[in-house]
């Protein structure tokens, strides 16, 4: 049944060589649900916005079990051109695996500009990575990748600095 199912998705497999062991991991995207995601909209309060906007995120954050790991945050307003300005905020946190589909998850709190408003978005995972630092980091990577963030683009200064955190 697990293959099955990660067969439906993207997979990158990466080897590496640690002490003469070569070792493989698969990342992938998988949308997982976690209990502390429903009725979340119900318990929120879009009156006043900058207020509204302090208080979901608390909430958010709140309801995060405690066994889930806070890697840290990217906070930043991007100039794309005269007029085109966005925010750019970010949570990640590494969620242990629900399944054996995966050993860790990465969850992240993200502030959608054009809507307003905060979502949790738990898409990426790892499987064959037992260490959470070093998971944290292959999931990151990844999604970094995916975005087409080059950490070695000065443009992407934030990135590089946030990967050499975690």
């Known amino acids: 049944m697990g293959e099955a ?21 698969s990342i992938f995207y998988h949308d997982f649900d976690l209990p ?7 318990k929120l309060d879009h009156k006043d916005e ?3 906007r302090k208080k979901h995120l608390s909430l958010m954050q709140n309801l995060i079990p405690k066994d889930v790991l806070f890697l840290g945050s990217i906070d930043s ?6 007029g085109l300005s966005w925010e750019i905020e970010h949570h990640f946190y590494l969620v242990p695996g ?8 990465m969850l992240r ?13 738990a898409e990426v995972v790892v499987k064959g990575i037992k260490e959470p630092k ?9 999604l970094f ?18 990967l050499d955190r975690i």
């Open 77 to 82: 307003d991007i100039a794309h051109s005269p």
């Open 145 to 162: 990748a995916e975005w087409s963030y080059d950490t070695d683009d000065e443009d992407n200064q934030i990135y590089k600095e946030f």
């Open 109 to 121: 709190i993200s502030w959608d500009d054009n809507e307003g408003k905060y979502e949790y978005i």
């Open 36 to 42: 502390f995601f429903s009725g979340l909209e119900e």
């Open 5 to 25: 199912l990660i067969s439906e998705f993207n997979i990158v497999v990466n080897e590496k060589f640690e002490k003469g062991i070569m070792m493989s991991h």
């Open 98 to 105: 629900t399944s054996d589909l995966y050993d860790w998850g």
């Open 134 to 142: 070093e998971a944290s980091r292959r999931i990151v990577e990844f």
């Open 50 to 52: 900058r207020y509204a």
